[in-house]
């Protein structure tokens, strides 16, 4: 089973790296048929531009951003729309485009012509053209991070490599395969903003990614490099704040309110391919491991590839799943069907062996308080899913599920099986929801 140990602040869980840290990223076979879902990011999904017939190109948008929190979505292959319908998604059943792929990759124009903006709104909105969103699975649009409200000034740049959760390698694997990227990326905020102080936040397994980025970042001494204790969940972004300049992120707010932004590794590197070539987000590397799989590897994958072709260009299995997952073990959710496309959070794809996830019989809270202890923010998970059951979401929400960080240690800590995540994250989606309707 999958081991777990624990303190206060977070928790030491098996890493389970070792079939692909050492790999290679290669290039995912392109699939004759991609899925778009319209919903990818954080936000209102998008707004399908085309129609069923339709002749698309690469890099051509597809489905255009509707409002401030939302991201416009890019075709990753040249081809022909052949339906738009409902279908299942990493989230759920949501609108897709299909699109059938010619296998010419025929190119879009870039988003600009010429020299690329200079100027700060310029690259800002070329960056929200380009619909680039967090890409360590938050989604949240990068254009939005990069426009805090007014005073709310930005001087620490926080870039997290802490790539905490079991299995996952794609971001271990994209600080040494493209370090010159990543740092590229990292110097064009820098000549954006006010920052005083510059981290790349890595975890102490990984010495490999700080030799990359320490040859990578030369004598730019505006960026440091910070070597975080191994342990789950290192890569929250309020977790990182506090730990590298001793900042609390308030209840319900956001690292700006702390004149900080955090942003994933693949992000800034996308950063850096839509201000260098004008490219909008296309594809990203994703892993696709655990022990089923034959041959699990590191995949540089277009946007929309249903994980099937992932499995075929990863010899299938060797063993038969448990459970499918998108994410890793401690925050990844459960999916059922290859046909679900990869997106722009798709970090990682778990396959758990079964005897892994024999689900235990649910039974009554022992009030051992465990799942309170071992709450790396300090919430109470027991409370907030009880009143969730309950339907007192006013409840859920006074007591702090908006702060919740999805870590996932409640759950795997829980003696009675209760599906604590789960229902903090309805609670959350309820809470939302709410405000949205207001």
């Given amino acids: 089973m999958f081991a777990f140990k624990y303190k206060r602040e977070g928790a030491y869980t098996e890493e389970r790296k070792e079939r692909t840290e050492h790999l290679p990223i290669e290039e995912a076979p392109v699939p ?20 069923v017939g339709d002749k698309v190109k690469m890099g051509q948008l597809i489905g255009k951003k509707d409002g401030f929190i939302s991201a416009n979505i890019h075709s990753s292959v040249s081809g022909k729309v052949t339906d738009i319908k409902e279908a299942a998604t990493m989230h759920g059943i949501g609108t897709c485009i ?10 879009a124009a870039p988003l600009f012509q010429g020299e690329a903006p200079t100027d700060k709104q310029a690259r800002i909105k070329l960056i929200e053209d380009a619909g680039i969103v967090g890409m360590g699975g938050a989604t949240f649009p990068t254009n939005v991070k990069l426009s805090p409200p007014p005073g709310k000034t930005i001087d620490t740049l926080i ?72 342990i789950y969940p290192q890569g929250a972004e309020k977790r990182l704040i506090k730990n590298l300049v001793d900042r609390e992120v308030p209840s319900g707010g956001l ?11 693949s992000t800034i590197r996308q950063v850096y391919q839509t201000i260098a070539y004008g490219t909008p987000l ?25 994980i099937q072709t992932l499995i075929d260009a990863c010899d299938g299995f060797q063993s038969k799943p448990g459970k499918m997952l998108h994410g890793g073990p401690m925050m990844g959710k459960p999916i059922n069907s290859g ?10 794809i778990t396959f758990l062996p079964k005897e ?5 019989e649910r039974t009554p809270c022992i009030k051992c308080a465990e799942c309170l202890n071992v709450c790396p923010v300090s919430l109470q998970p027991i409370l907030i899913s009880n009143a969730y059951e309950q339907g007192d979401i006013d409840e859920a929400e006074r007591l702090g599920a908006m ?9 795997f800590i829980c003696p009675s099986n209760i599906p604590l995540l789960e229902n903090i994250r309805k609670a959350k989606g309820e809470i939302k929801a709410r405000k949205e309707n207001k």
């Fill in 339 to 348: 046909q679900i496309p990869i997106t722009k959070g798709s970090t990682i």
């Fill in 32 to 51: 004759d048929l991609l899925i778009f879902p319209l919903a990818m990011h954080i936000g209102k999904p998008a707004e399908a531009i085309v129609e």
């Fill in 98 to 107: 299909f699109i059938e792929n010619d296998h010419k990759d025929t190119p």
């Fill in 282 to 306: 296309m594809s990203r590397v994703t892993t696709l491991t655990g022990e089923p799989v034959k041959n699990p590897k590191n995949l540089l994958v277009r946007i929309g590839t249903p």
């Fill in 159 to 230: 870039i997290n490599g802490a790539e905490c959760e079991a299995y996952s390698t794609s971001d271990h694997r994209v600080m040494i395969e493209y370090a010159d990227e990543l740092v590229k990326g990292i110097q064009i905020l820098l000549d954006l903003y006010p920052i005083k102080y510059t981290y790349v936040a890595i975890e102490s397994n990984v010495h490999d990614s700080i030799e990359a980025l320490e040859a990578a970042i030369g004598d730019d001494s505006r960026i440091k490099i910070k070597e975080l204790e191994t």
């Fill in 255 to 265: 690292p700006a309110d702390v004149h900080a932004l955090v942003s994933n590794v």
């Fill in 403 to 411: 702060d919740c960080i999805d870590c996932g240690n409640c759950s």
């Fill in 356 to 360: 892994e996830v024999v689900a235990d």
